[in-house]
């Protein structure tokens, strides 16, 4: 783990950290957050751009989807064994009683407790998730990055019945070998056609997956001026294309 970063990432989620605004409870149900972090070696936590874009992407998830007592959040790891790397998984105990038949002044009392339990709640989650983010991983998983592998977990999310939110700190550089696989670091799609075409292909044997609708966010490791070579975006059009054919409700890159 780099301690250094860690602390960095601690002490800009303190200062960020504070609800000024009393958080109201949804009453459409539970968010079902997973965040699939990549720790293979083409994704470099180290670099400060990468580093900082993901600490602020993790407390934008966090201060947008825990919100009440049942929202869960879980965290895997993106390798050759994606499916089993789940790393970190929290639910959310904060409750707002019920003040239907309370006083005004009793109400906004349950409300200050409600916003300070639940305050506290988000910054140790952000806390751990940080610890997730720099964590190194340096053994052998680091040579495949298997996202089709997050297609299970998905599914077994949306069993729950909660609305599922999916986000990938990755720059989606699919690479396992095998004849029936992807590896874009050896073959890139190289136009938008082809990467509809594989996708479309990909999807009949993936649709095994139930996803349901999920909202699906595409968190890249890029920065702005980097090239086509560096930040394909055929590669993104895969993507693209493939959560939407096995049902995603909506797919944003950021």
């Known amino acids: ?20 605004d009393k958080p109201k409870v949804d009453t459409e149900g539970p968010i079902y957050t997973l965040i699939f972090l990549d720790k293979t070696r083409s994704v470099n936590i180290n670099k400060a751009f990468v580093a900082q874009k993901y600490q602020q992407a993790i407390n934008d998830i966090i201060e947008q989807n825990i919100r009440q007592k049942g929202d869960r959040l879980e965290v895997y790891f993106i390798h050759e064994n994606t499916s089993k790397a789940r790393s970190l998984n929290v639910t959310v105990r904060s409750e707002m009683e019920d003040v239907s038949a309370a006083s005004p002044t009793d109400r906004e009392t349950a409300e200050t407790e409600f916003a300070m339990s639940l305050s506290r709640e988000k910054t140790q989650i952000r806390q751990r998730v940080l610890q997730q983010l720099v964590t190194q991983n340096a053994g052998s998983s680091n040579q495949e990055t298997d996202i089709w592998a997050s297609l299970p977990v998905i599914a077994k999310a949306n069993e729950t019945g909660a609305t599922v939110k999916v986000y990938y700190l990755s720059d989606m550089i699919e690479s396992v070998k095998g004849a029936t696989r992807r590896d874009f670091q050896v073959k890139p799609p190289k136009d938008n056609a082809q990467a509809d075409e594989w996708a479309k292909t990909d999807a009949a044997q993936l649709k095994k997956y139930e996803i349901g609708s999920p909202e699906i966010t595409m968190v890249l490791p890029f920065e702005p001026n980097a090239s086509v070579k560096e930040n394909n975006p055929a590669v993104t059009q895969y993507w693209q294309t493939l959560f939407s054919e096995l049902g995603a409700g909506n797919v944003a890159e950021e």
């Open 1 to 20: 783990m780099n301690w250094a970063l860690f602390c960095f990432f601690t002490i800009a989620l303190l200062a960020c950290s504070s609800d000024s």
